[in-house]
T-cell receptor
Framework: KQEVTQIPAALSVPEGENLVLNCSFT??????LQWFRQDPGKGLTSLLL?????REQTSGRLNASLDKSSGRSTLYIAASQPGDSATYLC???????????FGSGTKLNVKP | DTEVTQTPKHLVMGMTNKKSLKCEQH?????MYWYKQKAKKPPELMFV???????INESVPSRFSPECPNSSLLNLHLHALQPEDSALYLC?????????????FGPGTRLTVL
């Protein structure tokens, strides 16, 4: 059974710092992997989607990478801002059915 | 318009009550989802509807009853819930159930069962 792990569970950094969030998975036969952010008590907002054939995706200050062979994905956030404070979830799909396996999330706090 | 709306935002109910959660989207999506999220945990998939037909029921207790009356609307009927059912209930939609299609999430309904 696929297991998705995110480390650390919580992270606090000063504003302006570059940071990396980690996501690991046990079964490398994935279809794609997606990073979401969730603000407290709110729904999920999609950040980046990486197909299994891709190595990375970029959007603004965010860069997500995927290494299927090692079962890892990272989300790089450049020049962090207080508005980046949220919980970041990685989620993957194993086949062409829209069912996610979610990690437990990393709660990020960016201090002004 | 990439919005999924959910009503109510908050709901408090007793164990003997019957209530319903509502989810609506007008993006022409034909796949809709219900998730349950407990505090500090990731969302757990409950139900998936594809073209108004139930595709997946993740072994959810029968006290939760989903309904998809049309392609824009998804309901979750609640009856005889337990306090442990208190959670954030999230609805999502996507073009289809294909994994290449982005799921758009609503803001959720915060449910408290007394």
């Amino acid at each position: 059974k696929q297991e998705v792990t995110q480390i650390p569970a919580a992270l606090s950094v000063p504003e302006g710092e570059n940071l990396v969030l980690n996501c690991s998975f046990t079964d490398s036969a994935i279809y794609n992997l997606q990073w979401f952010r969730q603000d407290p008590g709110k729904g999920l907002t999609s950040l980046l989607l990486i197909q299994s054939s891709q190595r990375e995706q970029t959007s603004g200050r965010l860069n997500a990478s995927l290494d299927k062979s090692s079962g890892r994905s990272t989300l790089y956030i450049a020049a962090s801002q207080p508005g980046d404070s949220a919980t970041y979830l990685c989620a993957l799909r194993e086949d062409n059915f829209n069912k996610f396996y979610f990690g437990s999330g990393t709660k990020l706090n960016v201090k002004p | 318009d990439t919005e999924v709306t959910q009503t109510p935002k908050h709901l408090v109910m007793g164990m003997t009550n019957k209530k319903s959660l509502k989810c609506e989207q007008h993006m022409g999506h034909r796949a809709m989802y219900w998730y349950k999220q407990k505090a500090k945990k990731p969302p757990e998939l409950m139900f998936v509807y594809s073209y108004e037909k139930l595709s997946i029921n993740e072994s959810v207790p029968s006290r939760f009853s989903p309904e998809c009356p049309n392609s824009s609307l998804l309901n979750l009927h609640l009856h005889a819930l337990q306090p442990e059912d208190s959670a954030l209930y999230l609805c999502a939609s996507s073009q289809r159930v294909a994994s290449t299609d982005t799921q758009y999430f609503g803001p959720g309904t915060r449910l408290t069962v007394l």
